[in-house]
């Protein structure tokens, strides 16, 4: 089955201990993405990365780190959480960048529900 | 800056109507729409594409339209059923120097039975 995996679904932490967000998809989609979603601020962009080895900024990147080593994994590094991040966390990939025509939908992770006290 | 709006308050349909969702958009022209469906707590499933030059795409009970006068996208699903309760959202090209898709805050759909 085509998919995005991420893992842990729910994490509770305190603040400053380093965590990483895995994120796998068998899709050989070349295009990788991390979303936050927060009540009334809807979905917003952390980092995405168009391929191996490329990654960049999105909309919050702030306090997140990224990698991208292989195509399928795109893990999300939170090196010192605060409580400001506790959020629901979204991985998605497509087989295209947004920019790019044709393009295509994204396909999305069940989502990681953290809690940073 | 770019942005796109939906309709935040919650919108009621009785069950079997049609349940019309809008989508605008301000100071940019995107080259596609897309339209996402979300449950509480999942991940936003993908639905339909709609590129700028097509006016109205179509999909089982779905129906998409792009008006680029209007700078505005409909999604329309008919024969409406309580199943189809959810968020959807609508996104495009985030259009500045990140890539990445800009989402709407999305419009919370109930169908009543």
């Known amino acids: 089955e085509a998919q995005v995996t991420q893992n842990p679904r729910y994490l509770i932490t305190v603040t400053g201990k380093k965590l990483t967000v895995t994120c796998s998809q068998n899709m050989n989609h070349e295009y990788m993405s991390w979303y936050r979603q927060d009540p009334g601020l809807g979905l917003r962009q952390i980092y995405y990365?168009?391929?191996?080895?490329?990654?960049d900024k999105g909309d919050v990147p702030e306090g997140y780190k990224v990698s991208r080593k292989e195509k399928r994994n795109f893990p999300l590094i939170l090196e010192s959480p605060s409580p400001n991040q506790t959020s629901l966390y979204f991985c998605?990939?497509?087989?295209?960048?947004?920019?790019?025509?044709?393009?295509?939908?994204?396909?999305f992770g069940s989502g990681t529900r953290l809690t940073v006290v | 800056s770019q942005k796109i709006e939906q309709n935040s308050e919650a919108l009621n349909i009785q069950e079997g109507k049609t349940a019309t969702l809008t989508c605008n958009y301000t100071?940019?022209?995107?080259?596609?729409l897309q339209w996402y469906r979300q449950d509480p707590g999942r991940g936003p499933v993908f639905l339909l594409l709609?590129?700028?030059?097509?006016k109205e795409k179509r999909k089982e009970r779905l129906k998409v339209t792009f008006d680029t006068t209007l700078k505005q996208s409909l999604f329309h699903i008919t024969a409406s059923q309580p199943a189809d309760s959810a968020t959807y959202l609508c996104a495009s090209h985030s259009g500045g120097g990140a890539d990445g898709l800009t989402f709407g805050k999305g419009t919370h759909l109930i169908i009543q039975p």
């Open positions: 709609i590129r700028e030059n097509e």
């Open positions: 100071n940019y022209s995107p080259a596609y």
């Open positions: 990365s168009m391929n191996v080895e490329v990654t």
């Open positions: 998605a990939s497509s087989l295209s960048w947004a920019g790019k025509l044709p393009n295509y939908g994204y396909t």
